[in-house]
């Protein structure tokens, strides 16, 4: 369906043009019409169908339909991640370019005091991660009780990351009288109970099954030996000219190591991580997005956290302990209707983790195989001596140095 048939307003549709889009997806074509007519929805959709969109242009045009004079927040978008933050916020600002809304983004990692000027002079949108907006709340910075629409992104992530009582008690701070719109990937017992206690008799959106795979995307696995992960995928990216790559690790170590490796061997690299400075993670992410950088190697804070167009691979270079997070993960490609491959490196301490995954998928990913493939840095690293006399001259003269040594010591 295009989206001149949802009943949006002509300035909401030269903005979606203007992005490129003209058909909308089922979530957005099921969402929006029951946003417009003022009911809550519960939006269940696979990751990368759209549904940043489906919240963002009915909220732009209620707000805009509804204008009022006083600057106070009408709507408040919460997110797990500063990066989806920053993403959300992007969406609405394209899409609201031609209505007269402002907009404003409030996370940790940077200077507060940008922020606090931007609330004095008053917004109608705003978009934030709980720990900074409580941080308003407590400086008495932010004002919430004209908040119209309450918009919950990617809800089950914000409650596995331990989000709900920072959620709890901003809810305090809200009119009761709201509409209240939830959407995310997965539906766990702690979003069940949530949508009880928060969401009033929601229009209930539900495009796909959480346990299905998005559709665009090509899964891979490849056996591979725990000390060899790095030089296949070095292997990989090379011999099939990778320009953009997504690489997920389980820790913030690990995601620092193989970025130093690739960049060892000519293979631009970032990595992006919760010790990242917010202004280390932002540039990292503008660089990859650009395609200065090919590699961008992340840990699952990233997972939801980024809205790469396009992007054309993700590789787990280790499994996650969730196949939910391999869900997430993989849904980073494969985005919009356009095709995407994710390959994961198996180690044999991780099928029973992969065990997990395809049980949870209901099938089994299929498997591809890789041979002789060289060592990352082998002609350095495994170089061999040129004589053995040289060897001899050296355990020579450490034995002479070992026997001066003895002497000194009897002395």
Request: charged share 25%; proline share 4%.
């Given at each position: 369906?295009?989206?001149?048939?949802?009943?949006?307003?002509?300035?909401?549709?030269?903005?979606?043009?203007?992005?490129?889009?003209?058909?909308?997806?089922?979530?957005?074509?099921?969402?929006?019409?029951?946003?417009?007519?003022?009911?809550?929805?519960?939006?269940?959709?696979?990751?990368?169908?759209?549904?940043?969109?489906?919240?963002?242009?009915?909220?732009?045009?209620?707000?805009?339909?509804?204008?009022?004079?006083?600057?106070?927040?009408?709507?408040?978008?919460?997110?797990?991640?500063?990066?989806?933050?920053?993403?959300?916020?992007?969406?609405?600002?394209?899409?609201?370019?031609?209505?007269?809304?402002?907009?404003?983004?409030?996370?940790?990692?940077?200077?507060?005091?940008?922020?606090?000027?931007?609330?004095?002079?008053?917004?109608?949108?705003?978009?934030?991660?709980?720990?900074?907006?409580?941080?308003?709340?407590?400086?008495?910075?932010?004002?919430?009780?004209?908040?119209?629409?309450?918009?919950?992104?990617?809800?089950?992530?914000?409650?596995?990351?331990?989000?709900?009582?920072?959620?709890?008690?901003?809810?305090?701070?809200?009119?009761?009288?709201?509409?209240?719109?939830?959407?995310?990937?997965?539906?766990?017992?702690?979003?069940?109970?949530?949508?009880?206690?928060?969401?009033?008799?929601?229009?209930?959106?539900?495009?796909?099954?959480?346990?299905?795979?998005?559709?665009?995307?090509?899964?891979?696995?490849?056996?591979?030996?725990?000390?060899?992960?790095?030089?296949?995928?070095?292997?990989?990216?090379?011999?099939?000219?990778?320009?953009?790559?997504?690489?997920?690790?389980?820790?913030?170590?690990?995601?620092?190591?193989?970025?130093?490796?690739?960049?060892?061997?000519?293979?631009?690299?970032?990595?992006?991580?919760?010790?990242?400075?917010?202004?280390?993670?932002?540039?990292?992410?503008?660089?990859?997005?650009?395609?200065?950088c090919r590699v961008l190697v992340a840990t699952d804070i990233a997972a939801r956290g980024i809205d790469i167009s396009n992007l054309p691979h993700v590789v787990n270079f280790e499994l996650p302990n969730s196949p939910k997070d391999y869900v997430h993960r993989i849904g980073r490609t494969g985005r919009a209707g356009v095709d995407g491959t994710a390959l994961s490196l198996v180690s044999n301490e991780e099928k029973e983790l992969l065990d997990k995954v395809e049980k949870f998928l209901k099938w089994n990913i299929k498997r591809e195989v890789v041979s002789n493939y060289p060592r990352l840095g082998a002609p350095q690293a495994y170089a061999p001596r040129k004589s053995g006399g040289g060897q001899k001259r050296s355990q020579s003269g450490s034995g002479q140095r070992q026997?001066?040594?003895?002497?000194?010591?009897?002395?």
């Amino acid at each position: 369906m295009s989206f001149d048939k949802l009943g949006l307003l002509p300035e909401l549709l030269s903005a979606v043009k203007s992005q490129g889009y003209e058909k909308c997806t089922p979530i957005q074509e099921k969402s929006i019409p029951s946003v417009l007519a003022g009911r809550d929805v519960l939006g269940n959709a696979q990751t990368g169908t759209g549904k940043t969109a489906a919240f963002t242009l009915p909220m732009l045009q209620l707000l805009h339909s509804n204008k009022t004079e006083n600057k106070k927040i009408r709507a408040l978008v919460l997110v797990p991640t500063r990066e989806l933050a920053a993403q959300v916020e992007e969406c609405v600002r394209n899409y609201g370019q031609n209505l007269d809304l402002k907009a404003l983004c409030v996370f940790g990692g940077v200077p507060i005091n940008p922020q606090l000027k931007a609330l004095k002079q008053g917004i109608d949108i705003l978009v934030a991660t709980p720990g900074r907006l409580i941080d308003h709340l407590q400086r008495k910075t932010v004002d919430l009780s004209r908040v119209e629409i309450l918009i919950l992104d990617e809800a089950d992530r914000m409650l596995d990351m331990g989000f709900i009582n920072d959620i709890n008690k901003i809810m305090v701070f809200l009119p009761p009288k709201r509409q209240t719109l939830l959407f995310s990937a997965t539906h766990g017992k702690d979003v069940k109970k949530f949508i009880g206690e928060q969401l009033h008799n929601p229009d209930i959106v539900k495009i796909a099954g959480e346990k299905s795979a998005a559709d665009q995307v090509k899964q891979v696995i490849y056996f591979v030996e725990k000390n060899r992960k790095r030089d296949l995928l070095a292997h990989l990216i090379n011999t099939g000219d990778w320009k953009q790559v997504l690489v997920f690790t389980r820790t913030k170590h690990a995601a620092n190591k193989l970025a130093l490796q690739l960049e060892k061997v000519n293979i631009t690299a970032s990595a992006i991580h919760a010790n990242k400075s917010q202004n280390a993670r932002t540039r990292a992410l503008a660089n990859f997005k650009a395609g200065e950088c090919r590699v961008l190697v992340a840990t699952d804070i990233a997972a939801r956290g980024i809205d790469i167009s396009n992007l054309p691979h993700v590789v787990n270079f280790e499994l996650p302990n969730s196949p939910k997070d391999y869900v997430h993960r993989i849904g980073r490609t494969g985005r919009a209707g356009v095709d995407g491959t994710a390959l994961s490196l198996v180690s044999n301490e991780e099928k029973e983790l992969l065990d997990k995954v395809e049980k949870f998928l209901k099938w089994n990913i299929k498997r591809e195989v890789v041979s002789n493939y060289p060592r990352l840095g082998a002609p350095q690293a495994y170089a061999p001596r040129k004589s053995g006399g040289g060897q001899k001259r050296s355990q020579s003269g450490s034995g002479q140095r070992q026997q001066r040594s003895n002497r000194r010591r009897r002395k």
